[in-house]
């Protein structure tokens, strides 16, 4: 069972490091909240371990202040099998010394586990992470230093992982990457001299802490007792010399304001979010622009809701600009990657920056020697910094798994660039900031109040259907993502003109189905989609500028015209957010989900 998740440790000589990796984790909690656990090392004491299935948010870093400068941790979102206490990490050694979290797969565990086990090894859990505590028992028998034991055991897996090992003999943290993000933060005194590190799956988790960073890249591995640091290549042993970066940007606080949820308060910040997506170096925009002009294949990837700002995009760049991009999901872009050459142009769109789907095309892209675009949230992310260009979305920390303001921040990006690319960016940039006034104005708590009782009306149905035509396809794909990962409704995306080669035998007296409409040339089109669902028995409710006989609700939105995918969309995310709540379930942490998906 391997494991996606969030790690963070931290060495040096601060006294309450139990304390500061409880605190540090609960900012990682976004890449996985099935489990959690900590293990530290207290005076003349062995390891300690604590761990519990549940969030990591609900725990009180108080009662792990025990004096300790040592401690790693972890927050888990499993792939595979059961979430139970013993599965969470850290795991130990045999003899109790080393212990250690991971996040990706160990693909050849099984295979380790049973030499393990042959050699006399117990294992506690059904992780393919306990393999490595033990290995690395294992390789000290033939090394005289911890480090090299990880070096050792290391180069014997396969697979993507960050491994992050502490030995209570040597009062060291060796950390190991070959796919998974790790990143070290150095805590300095006002006289320069070091007082600690820290090293975690994101920089949010020591931000508090430090804003000066080390990346470690694919194939590096990092060896520290707290007062110095080396990173070598994990294969060689060879030093890496490595340049320490100040952080200029700041991780604002997890806060909800005035909001119950995340979720609610991310869906009314598009109202400012929209527009700071607009606001990029207009000179880079035009760059990019005749990139795309210019390059033999485009290609824009993505997973989950951002690959359906890529299907929207697709629609944007032939509606606008009359020019045929290539869309994937990422996970899926492997039967094309023979179409890639040096002439080709990949946009990766994702809001974590660290999905790893994503990671994998970006990486084939580049070793087919085609030009990367990333279209990212997350500064400072694996995708952000591995890019040949970046664009930045600046739509702020987006915490709710739910992507909403990420989503339309793509979007708007994806417009302007296809603006660009006729040269009219002015044009392109008018209509976008038109539009995020009209949000402004839709978003008022009596349109919220109104969007509460829609929900209220539906909110006890198992099966809900939602059509759209045109970049309002794409835009029901994604409204069935939102209601789906919420409110656990079984919910479908379809195109209008698909319904009567299939679908429509689902639809039954009484189904709610949402169809998603513009005043464009294909408003005749999805109407008459609405009327055949409607013939059915079905409950129309209409999201469109205008209202229509056909709708049993209507739910009115502005007239947008080249964004109005971005205005349809935003009702929907209301209402999502609104059936969650009215059945109960909570729409920041869903079941089954994490924010970042860092395993494939
Ligand atoms: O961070 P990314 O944008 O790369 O994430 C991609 C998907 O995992 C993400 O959009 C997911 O589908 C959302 N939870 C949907 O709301």
Same mark, same amino acid.
């Given at each position: 069972?391997?494991?996606?998740?969030?790690?963070?440790?931290?060495?040096?000589?601060?006294?309450? @490091?139990?304390?500061?990796?409880?605190?540090?984790?609960?900012?990682?909690?976004?890449?996985?909240?099935?489990?959690?656990?900590?293990?530290?090392?207290?005076?003349?004491?062995?390891?300690?371990?604590?761990?519990?299935?549940?969030?990591?948010?609900?725990?009180?870093?108080?009662?792990?202040?025990?004096?300790?400068?040592?401690?790693?941790?972890?927050?888990?979102?499993?792939?595979?099998?059961?979430?139970?206490?013993?599965?969470?990490?850290?795991?130990?050694?045999?003899?109790?010394?080393?212990?250690?979290?991971?996040?990706g797969?160990?693909?050849?565990?099984?295979?380790?586990?049973?030499?393990?086990?042959?050699?006399?090894?117990?294992?506690?859990?059904?992780?393919?992470?306990?393999?490595?505590?033990?290995?690395?028992?294992?390789? $000290?028998?033939?090394?005289?230093?911890?480090?090299?034991?990880?070096?050792?055991?290391?180069?014997?897996?396969e697979g993507r992982f960050?491994?992050? @090992?502490?030995?209570?003999?040597?009062?060291?943290?060796?950390?190991?990457r070959t796919g998974s993000p790790?990143?070290?933060?150095?805590?300095?005194?006002?006289?320069?001299?070091?007082?600690?590190?820290?090293?975690?799956?994101?920089?949010?988790?020591?931000?508090?802490?430090?804003?000066?960073?080390?990346?470690?890249d694919d194939g590096e591995?990092?060896?520290?007792?707290?007062?110095?640091?080396?990173?070598?290549d994990l294969e060689?042993?060879?030093?890496?010399?490595?340049?320490?970066?100040?952080?200029?940007?700041?991780?604002?606080?997890?806060?909800?304001?005035?909001?119950?949820?995340?979720?609610?308060?991310?869906?009314?910040?598009?109202?400012?979010?929209?527009?700071?997506?607009?606001?990029?170096?207009?000179?880079?925009?035009?760059?990019?622009?005749?990139a795309?002009?210019?390059a033999k294949g485009t290609f824009l990837i993505g997973c989950?809701?951002?690959?359906?700002?890529?299907?929207?995009?697709?629609?944007?760049?032939?509606?606008?600009?009359?020019?045929?991009?290539n869309?994937s999901s990422a996970g899926e872009f492997k039967p094309y990657h023979h179409f890639l050459q040096p002439e080709s142009l990949v946009i990766v769109v994702s809001?974590?920056g660290e999905t790893a789907d994503v990671l994998e095309a970006m990486n084939i892209a580049k070793e087919k020697g085609s030009k990367v675009l990333a279209?990212?949230?997350?500064?400072?992310?694996t995708i952000a910094r591995e890019a040949d260009y970046t664009?930045?979305?600046?739509?702020?920390?987006?915490?709710?798994?739910?992507?909403?303001?990420? $989503?339309?921040?793509?979007?708007?990006?994806?417009? $302007?660039?296809?603006?660009?690319?006729?040269?009219?960016?002015?044009?392109?940039?008018?209509?976008?900031?038109?539009?995020?006034?009209?949000?402004?104005?839709? $978003?008022?708590?009596?349109?919220?109040?109104?969007?509460?009782?829609?929900?209220?009306?539906?909110?006890?149905?198992?099966?809900?259907?939602?059509?759209?035509?045109?970049?309002?396809?794409?835009?029901?794909?994604?409204?069935?993502?939102?209601?789906?990962?919420?409110?656990?409704?079984?919910?479908?995306?379809?195109?209008?003109?698909?319904?009567?080669?299939?679908?429509? @035998?689902?639809?039954?007296?009484?189904?709610?189905?949402?169809?998603?409409?513009?005043?464009?040339?294909?408003?005749?089109?999805?109407?008459?989609?609405?009327?055949?669902?409607?013939?059915?028995?079905?409950?129309?409710?209409?999201?469109?500028?205008?209202?229509?006989?056909?709708?049993?609700?209507?739910?009115?939105?502005?007239?947008?015209?080249?964004?109005?995918?971005?205005?349809?969309?935003?009702?929907?995310?209301?209402?999502?957010?609104?059936?969650?709540?009215?059945?109960?379930?909570?729409?920041?942490?869903?079941?089954?989900?994490?924010?970042?998906?860092?395993?494939k």
């Amino acid at each position: 069972m391997s494991a996606m998740c969030g790690i963070f440790g931290y060495v040096g000589s601060r006294e309450d @490091a139990g304390k500061i990796v409880v605190d540090g984790l609960k900012h990682l909690e976004y890449r996985g909240y099935d489990s959690w656990g900590i293990s530290y090392k207290c005076e003349d004491e062995l390891i300690k371990i604590e761990k519990e299935t549940g969030k990591i948010s609900s725990v009180n870093s108080n009662d792990f202040c025990q004096k300790s400068s040592i401690a790693i941790a972890h927050t888990r979102w499993a792939t595979h099998g059961g979430v139970s206490k013993c599965n969470a990490h850290p795991h130990l050694s045999e003899d109790g010394s080393i212990s250690v979290v991971h996040n990706g797969i160990i693909e050849n565990y099984q295979d380790l586990r049973n030499e393990l086990k042959n050699k006399g090894y117990n294992f506690a859990s059904e992780t393919d992470s306990e393999v490595i505590p033990h290995l690395i028992q294992e390789e $000290l028998k033939s090394c005289s230093d911890f480090s090299t034991a990880v070096r050792n055991a290391c180069k014997r897996f396969e697979g993507r992982f960050a491994v992050l @090992a502490m030995d209570s003999n040597s009062q060291t943290l060796v950390a190991a990457r070959t796919g998974s993000p790790l990143i070290v933060g150095v805590e300095k005194a006002d006289n320069g001299k070091i007082d600690g590190f820290f090293i975690a799956s994101d920089i949010p988790a020591f931000m508090e802490y430090s804003k000066t960073v080390q990346y470690l890249d694919d194939g590096e591995m990092v060896v520290t007792d707290g007062n110095k640091i080396v990173f070598t290549d994990l294969e060689t042993g060879e030093e890496h010399p490595k340049r320490e970066i100040e952080i200029t940007w700041n991780a604002e606080k997890a806060n909800k304001g005035e909001y119950d949820h995340f979720m609610l308060k991310e869906i009314m910040e598009q109202k400012d979010s929209v527009a700071r997506a607009v606001n990029q170096d207009e000179e880079q925009i035009k760059t990019i622009a005749n990139a795309i002009r210019n390059a033999k294949g485009t290609f824009l990837i993505g997973c989950g809701t951002a690959h359906k700002s890529c299907m929207a995009g697709e629609y944007f760049f032939s509606i606008i600009a009359q020019h045929h991009v290539n869309v994937s999901s990422a996970g899926e872009f492997k039967p094309y990657h023979h179409f890639l050459q040096p002439e080709s142009l990949v946009i990766v769109v994702s809001q974590s920056g660290e999905t790893a789907d994503v990671l994998e095309a970006m990486n084939i892209a580049k070793e087919k020697g085609s030009k990367v675009l990333a279209i990212v949230n997350v500064e400072g992310s694996t995708i952000a910094r591995e890019a040949d260009y970046t664009l930045l979305i600046n739509a702020g920390p987006e915490r709710a798994v739910a992507s909403t303001k990420a $989503l339309t921040g793509q979007m708007a990006v994806l417009i $302007l660039i296809a603006y660009a690319m006729i040269d009219k960016l002015q044009d392109g940039k008018k209509q976008l900031l038109d539009a995020t006034a009209l949000i402004n104005d839709m $978003l008022n708590p009596r349109y919220i109040d109104f969007l509460r009782g829609v929900a209220g009306q539906i909110h006890t149905h198992e099966d809900l259907y939602i059509i759209g035509k045109s970049w309002n396809f794409p835009m029901a794909l994604e409204s069935a993502i939102k209601i789906q990962e919420v409110s656990y409704i079984h919910a479908e995306g379809f195109a209008g003109s698909e319904l009567k080669h299939g679908p429509i @035998a689902l639809v039954e007296e009484g189904t709610p189905c949402i169809a998603l409409i513009g005043n464009d040339e294909l408003k005749g089109d999805i109407i008459g989609n609405t009327i055949e669902l409607k013939a059915r028995g079905a409950k129309i409710i209409g999201i469109a500028p205008e209202n229509n006989e056909v709708f049993d609700t209507w739910i009115k939105v502005p007239d947008a015209a080249a964004a109005q995918a971005i205005i349809n969309i935003i009702p929907v995310q209301v209402l999502s957010y609104f059936l969650a709540v009215q059945r109960g379930k909570d729409p920041d942490m869903p079941r089954n989900l994490a924010k970042s998906v860092t395993v494939k």
